[in-house]
């Protein structure tokens, strides 16, 4: 696989190693962004209703926290699994670059039975008066009722699809386009949908864009010259540009600049907002930066 493409489809684990080695300050940036997502994105799941009970919330959150903590070892008499699986689960979130809410789902079953056995060893004593068993109960009662209640308004809406559908309509149009305007042969970059394309087009498709976390904001991506390059080796000439431009805007415009504006032009555009361009890039074609 040449160099440029190993962001993508080489080893995860050689590719990480490197990155984290290359500048290990920065990746311990990486690392404690990373965790606070991480706490984060927890206290959104299990406490889902907290900006519409902002005093009870954060009450609510910590109290969870607590309960954690102390579940962890019942928990783990019960089963090891319970235990490893989440805590393993965790760590490769907090080293991975890519952060997501969606990775945390996988999260949520293991942290609730920690909670609940947590919560029934605190108050194994106390759950014995009639009172405060009336009490925890209604604090339970009160959580479950909170988290049933944002989820069936998000099934309701539709808000559990938004993402994909979005992505949907893009892929979609993008088809639409590399058909209408692409011989068979082409060659189609993307930074995102380039799998997709190869699969409802029949065109030969690869990743346009290099994943390189450490970089400075805006080119993570890889610098013009870096995804040049990448087109190059891969033997891309068509590229499908999506989020409006945010990831080959730069690259496109060097090139652009450089190399003459017949070194692309414009096949289709469409909402999304995305645009297929054909490129024709002269061989001494080479963008600074």
């Known amino acids: 696989i040449p160099e440029p493409l190993r962001d993508i489809l080489g080893s995860y684990g050689g590719w990480l190693g490197s990155q984290v080695l290359a500048d290990p300050v920065s990746y311990a940036g990486v690392v404690w962004q990373n965790g606070e997502q991480l706490v984060a994105g927890l206290y959104d799941a299990l406490v889902p209703a907290g900006s519409a009970i902002p005093l009870l919330a954060p009450a609510l959150g910590v109290l969870i926290g607590l309960a954690v903590v102390r579940g962890l070892p019942g928990t783990w008499r019960l089963s090891p ?5 989440p805590l393993g689960h965790a760590a490769i979130l ?3 670059p890519y952060r997501s809410v969606r990775l945390l ?3 949520i079953p293991f942290i609730v039975l920690m909670a609940a056995v947590g919560a029934k060893s605190a108050l194994r ?4 008066r009639p009172r405060l068993r009336t009490a925890f109960a ?3 009662a009160i959580a479950v009722l909170q988290l049933v209640a944002a989820s069936a308004w998000t099934l309701a809406t539709g808000r559990h699809l938004a993402g994909y559908e979005i992505r949907a309509r893009t892929l979609v149009r993008a088809v639409e386009a590399i058909e209408a305007t692409t011989p068979t042969d082409a060659v189609i970059g993307a930074p995102e949908l380039w799998a997709a394309l190869h699969l409802h087009t029949g065109r030969l498709a690869a990743p346009s864009a290099r994943f390189l976390p450490l970089a400075p904001p805006g080119e993570s991506g890889g610098t013009p010259r870096q995804q040049v390059e990448l087109w190059g ?4 000439d068509h590229l499908l540009v999506e989020h409006g431009g945010r990831v080959h805007g730069p690259a ?7 190399c003459g504006a017949e070194a692309i032009r414009l096949l289709a555009s ?10 024709q890039l002269p061989e001494d074609c080479s963008p600074r930066g």
């Not at 080796?233 to 891309?236: E, T």
């Not at 496109?252 to 450089?258: N, R, S």
């Not at 469409?270 to 490129?279: A, C, E, S």
């Open 125 to 128: 004593g106390a759950l014995s």
């Open 233 to 236: 080796l891969a033997g891309i």
């Open 81 to 85: 699994i319970c235990v490893l699986y």
């Open 105 to 107: 789902a996988p999260l």
């Open 270 to 279: 469409f909402p999304g907002p995305g645009y297929l361009v054909r490129l």
């Open 252 to 258: 496109l415009d060097a090139v652009e600049e450089q």
């Open 94 to 96: 907090l080293v991975w």
């Open 138 to 140: 209604g604090v339970v």
